[in-house]
């Protein structure tokens, strides 16, 4: 078992910045896939970034050259650093790690508000 919890939401206006994080707990040896999700209000839930063990990277088209993911494997934190903020950017956002039996944890989200 896997437990996460996302800290590192608030208020900004548009153009600001904010860097979420992502603490694992628990079996954190079986991660092999760590991503953020989005969702906005009366929208499905969407991938904005994902990282692999390798360290290779996966964007959104929506946020490429903004947002950026990485980890940090000793503090098993996961992080979305968000700049160039958007009204559109506004929603939950949500850490979901992977395992190797393919079992998927998530977060309990983390509000991300943009005003314009």
């Known amino acids: 078992q896997v437990q996460l919890a996302e800290s590192g939401g608030g208020l900004v206006q548009a153009g600001g910045s904010l860097r979420l994080s992502c603490v694992a707990s628990?079996?954190?040896?079986?991660?092999?896939?760590m991503a953020w999700y989005r969702q906005a209000l009366g929208k499905q839930r969407e991938l904005v970034a994902g990282?692999?063990?390798?360290?290779?990277?996966n964007y959104a088209d929506s946020v490429k050259g903004r947002f950026t993911i990485s980890r940090d494997i000793v503090k098993n934190t996961v992080y979305l650093e968000m700049n160039s903020l958007k009204p559109e950017d506004t929603a939950v956002y949500y850490c979901k790690q992977i395992d190797w039996s393919g079992y998927d944890y998530w977060g309990q989200g983390t509000q991300v508000t943009v005003s314009s």
């Open positions: 990282i692999n063990n390798a360290g290779t990277t």
């Open positions: 628990g079996s954190t040896f079986t991660i092999n896939f």
